[in-house]
């Protein structure tokens, strides 16, 4: 009875860290250069980046206080937008409320330069007076108070190591690429070799 006790807790255990390898992931970010919009002496969406030495990403900043320079490097975490891992914490309606802006930014109901201010505003408070942006950030809230959290899948947070608002580079928003979490077959195969360890753990323990 206790060998297979233990043989449970040992495969839960490993089935929930495979799960974690799924949500979040830690990436190497090289800052290659902004696009053309710009407000205010600030540039806004989109920041283009090497994700893990990959092609050029399109991110939206959300830390407006945090410096960023062409050519920076650095080591990020990348999870769930909802997953409350995040540089600004577990306030979720404040990030429900920046994938609604990210996604009409993406879809073009949004202007890239309106939406970048509005998320800045969102997670730095009273940094614009803008009617527009301030609108933009009342409805998204609004929205927020009842979107599913389905709505936001495959959206994630590229926040860096370290970094808290104010210090270390900004945090970002964008869409998980495909070097930034090991492959489904990688993850398949790991499970595999989990159940496998688990199994001959078992044999051993009857043989006892």
Not at 181 to 208: N, V
């Amino acid at each position: 009875m206790l060998s297979r006790r233990f043989l449970l807790l040992l495969v839960v255990a490993l089935s929930f860290s495979t799960l974690a390898l799924a949500d979040s992931a830690t990436v190497n970010m090289t800052f290659i250069d902004t696009g053309t919009n710009s407000s205010n002496g600030f540039y806004t969406y989109p920041y283009y980046f090497s994700i893990n030495g990959g092609k050029a990403t399109p991110l939206m900043c959300d830390a407006f206080n945090n410096p960023l320079s062409v050519g920076d490097n650095f080591n990020a975490t990348v999870s769930g937008l909802l997953s409350g891992k995040g540089m600004f914490g577990n306030d979720i309606r404040d990030y429900k409320a920046a994938g609604i802006i990210f996604l009409g930014v993406m879809n073009g109901t949004i202007s890239a330069t309106v939406g970048n201010w509005a998320v800045w505003n969102l997670f730095t408070k009273g940094i614009t007076t803008d009617a527009a942006v301030l609108a933009l950030d009342q409805n998204a809230l609004l929205l927020a108070q009842h979107a599913k959290a389905s709505e936001f899948k495959g959206l994630v947070l590229y926040t860096p190591v370290g970094s808290s608002p104010g210090r270390g580079p900004q945090e970002f928003i964008g869409y998980r690429t495909p070097m930034s979490t090991p492959e489904p077959g990688s993850l398949l195969l790991l499970s595999t070799g989990l159940i496998g360890i688990a199994g001959t753990l078992r044999r051993k323990l009857l043989r006892g």
